[in-house]
């Protein structure tokens, strides 16, 4: 049914009023195994608490009270979440907790952390050794030794074709692969996103690395709050830089190619629909991981998150399948069903004594940690470099809205400082 309008002076990603107990604040986790190279085929009996009791249990939580609909019988996942991206109320969750590998979701937690760090006009000639180190087989957008790319363009490849290259040039921009993986472990602590172990930026399947459905989640709820996270997650098709040639006249010119996001739920496939409401934000596949996805979507001025961790039906497009399900759940469960448990804000908000008014600050929203977060801003998003092309996808009350390059919600007032205390809303 027609969806109202949603008022642009309501905040979005306000934690809920419950956030506020220390007990959910404080170190709640188990003590963390450690990572073994391949995830067991059943989840561990106890798991991480951070959030909420409930979700350090295995099994599918969710509080079917009158008037909640059931769960769709058909979702296969090994691990999923479904939650309030504003409130942080988690409405369901199976096996929230199971530390899984991430595949490319991980590269949201590498946005996170490096996008505040470098304006998006800087530009680096990439050498050799920026691409040293890529696994085999790694997704590539098409990177070119003794080439120039901008920071934009470099996160287009990050962002829709889930480049590894892309990963490792702003890498190498950041410090090194090494350096790199200190400050995204860094950036999920501070998060409080414990169940993340970082071996490699781009999400490539190593020895270890493993995160959560709950902590993807956190990733994601964190990123969104930067207009230039935001931008790039929701766009669904750009030109990136090419190769340089000689025209007929002997000057040098540089060519570009189309790339399109390999988010189905954005792009649409044969088999998938543009989601109603869709938004961003990545989707992964490994041959450890198997299908992971974390999307973002509207619905009558309600925004859900909801990851999904490898499908064990195996089928075409299957994450984007069961995410959607579990999307359509969770619009049609909002407002119905009470909570059983709840995505926690980064350490340096449970401790703010910042008030509402107050002006966002780096480590405060969530917004970056670790070396050199928050001392360069975000540049303003802009479909410059992208050829006017990038488009956030939201449709509301069934009317398709196209965002030109600005992305999902930018008029929306995202979340100050204090991450504790719930906006008032009009």
């Known amino acids: 049914m027609p969806a ?29 195994p450690t990572p073994s190279t391949s995830p067991s085929a059943t989840p561990p009996a106890k798991m991480s608490t951070v959030g909420g009791t409930r979700l350090g249990q295995p099994g599918t939580q969710v509080n079917l009270t009158a008037g909640v609909p059931v769960l769709p019988k058909d979702v296969t996942a090994r691990s999923w979440i479904v939650s309030d991206a504003e409130s942080g109320e988690v409405l369901a969750a199976h096996n929230a907790h199971w530390r899984l ?11 996170d952390t490096v996008l505040p760090r470098f304006p998006k006009s800087t530009t680096h000639k990439v050498v050799p050794t920026d691409l040293a180190g890529m ?18 363009d470099l996160w287009l490849g ?51 690395q493993v995160s959560s459905a709950y902590d993807l989640s956190l990733f994601a709820r964190s990123g969104l709050q930067k ?10 098709r750009a030109k990136f830089p090419g190769d340089t040639t000689k025209n007929a006249k002997g000057q040098s010119v540089r060519g570009s190619f189309e790339i399109q996001n390999t988010n189905r739920l954005l792009s649409g496939d044969t088999d998938v629909p543009v989601y109603q409401g869709i938004a961003g934000v990545k989707n992964g596949n490994t041959t450890n991981a198997g299908a992971t996805f974390t999307g973002v979507a509207e619905r009558g001025g309600r925004v859900l998150l909801v990851t999904v961790m490898n499908p064990e039906k195996k089928e075409h497009n299957e994450v984007y399948k069961e995410t959607a399900k579990l999307f359509d759940w969770g619009f049609q469960a909002a407002g119905k069903a009470t909570p059983v448990g709840e995505l926690v804000p980064p350490k340096g908000a449970v401790g703010s004594s910042a008030q509402p008014g107050a002006s966002a ?21 802009s479909a410059d470099g992208s050829g006017g092309i990038g488009v956030a996808l939201a449709i509301t009350g069934g009317v398709l809205v196209l965002l030109a390059g600005a992305a999902f919600l930018v008029n929306r007032r995202w979340p100050l400082p204090d991450l504790v205390r719930r906006r008032t809303r009009p």
């Open 4 to 32: 109202p309008k949603p008022k642009a002076s309501r905040s979005l990603l306000v934690a809920s009023a419950a956030l506020i107990s220390l007990s959910l604040t404080a170190p709640a986790a188990l003590a963390a």
């Open 101 to 111: 590998p991430p595949a490319s979701t991980l590269k949201m937690l590498f946005a």
């Open 135 to 152: 696994g085999a087989g790694s997704s590539m957008v098409g990177i070119k030794e003794g080439q120039t790319y901008t920071v934009h």
């Open 158 to 208: 990050v962002f829709l074709r889930s480049g590894n290259d892309a990963v490792h040039v702003l890498s190498a921009m950041n410090g090194g692969v090494e350096q790199t993986v200190k400050d995204m472990q860094d950036h999920a602590d501070e998060l409080q996103a414990l169940d993340t172990h970082v071996v490699s930026p781009d999400g490539y399947d190593q020895a270890g």
């Open 227 to 236: 207009k230039d996270f935001r931008e790039y997650c929701s766009t669904v």
């Open 361 to 381: 600050s780096a480590s405060g929203s969530g917004s970056g940690s670790g070396k050199g977060a928050g001392s360069k801003p975000v540049a303003a998003a």
